[in-house]
């Protein structure tokens, strides 16, 4: 077993914390070759898919990558920017803002973002924060619920890459912030800024991404998280039962996902003679291709082509104000015990102990 070589040790430099937000990834283009390269990674993850390896390698390789890459590819394509994947472009943007923000407070802190699958990669974002110094590192993941395929996948991801490193850095996880009083204000406020411009829905249909069924029961809180997400923001928008419900979309194979699934619910409510339905989707904290493509296209005409006369389709939080500051909250929250508010005289002394290592560092440097 060998160790990844560490940076020289400097006595008395001041220990810098990062932040990093973490998302799921998304391929480097909307082409055939790019998405099967992303979901040849994502699939492969056990966290994602829990079929035995062999029998799933199969699956994988003869059945999945080449059928499902040039499908995904051009609904990628139906929703690629000129920035790039809506997913990256939030998500970065986002730590910008972050980083502004916690700054703004007083924070010396730096935030960066990273993806467990595709670009920016976790293990090389992590390999730059330790060249930068970083010894306290907060993740946060993009996901407000917490659940085994997508939070701890990021975990497995984070302690994976450590166990290759002699100087491991202090880790902090945020595990979830689903009931987080800041995030469901800011959901709030983004349905209730929503209907000033156009009014009430008959329903309004809170949609998250799928999990197998199993999981549930295999004891992954994530339906209760998302249950507890839901009926948080109904109770702030006042919201009596029969005005709202839970759906889960996205389901892939063939078992049993988590129910009511979103599009057969959509087409069953305009069938019963429901007129106009709205569509949040409150587990995703940036837009991408599960809310952009498929809810506001697909279950849009599914909603439509069923008989329902107005489907609308409520953004997700991206670059939101009131997200940014709940993100520094949650965030504010995970710091606490760690001296990110240095007081001006300590930074001093210790800036001036840490150039007098780098210079006794040099010196020694320069007599071998
Ligand atoms: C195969 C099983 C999958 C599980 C389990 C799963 C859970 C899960 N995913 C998200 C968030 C996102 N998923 C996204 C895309 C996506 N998801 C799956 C499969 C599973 N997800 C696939 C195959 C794909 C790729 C697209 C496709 O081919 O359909 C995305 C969007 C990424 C983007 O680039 O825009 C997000 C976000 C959560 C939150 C979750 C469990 C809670
Ligand atoms: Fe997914
Ligand atoms: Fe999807």
Redesign the pocket.
Known sequence: MSFRTEPPYIHGSTPKTAVVLV?????DAPTTSA?RRY?KQ??SDPR??EIPRAIWWFILHLIILPF?SG??AR??ASIWSNEG???KVHTEKQAKLLNGYLGERGHKVKVVYAMRYGQPALPDVLRQLKADGCERILFLPA?P?Y?G??TASIFDAVFSHYTQERNVPELRFIKHYHDHDAYIRALRKSVLAHWDMVGRPDKLVMS?????KRTLTLGDP?HCECHKTARLLAKELELTPDQYMVTFQ?R??KAEWLQPYTAPTLQKLAKEGMGRVDVICP??T?D???TLEEIAMEARHDFMSAGGKDFNYIGCLNEDDAWIKAMAEITELHLIGWPTIVPPSLREEQEQQAHISREEARRLGADQ
């Open positions: 998302n799921l990834g998304t391929p998405v979901l994502f699939l994602v898919v499902r499908q995904s609904k990628y994947s809506p997913l996901y619920q659940s395929t997508t998250f991404h799928g999990v197998p994530y996205s892939f194979g587990g995703f940036s991408c291709l599960e």
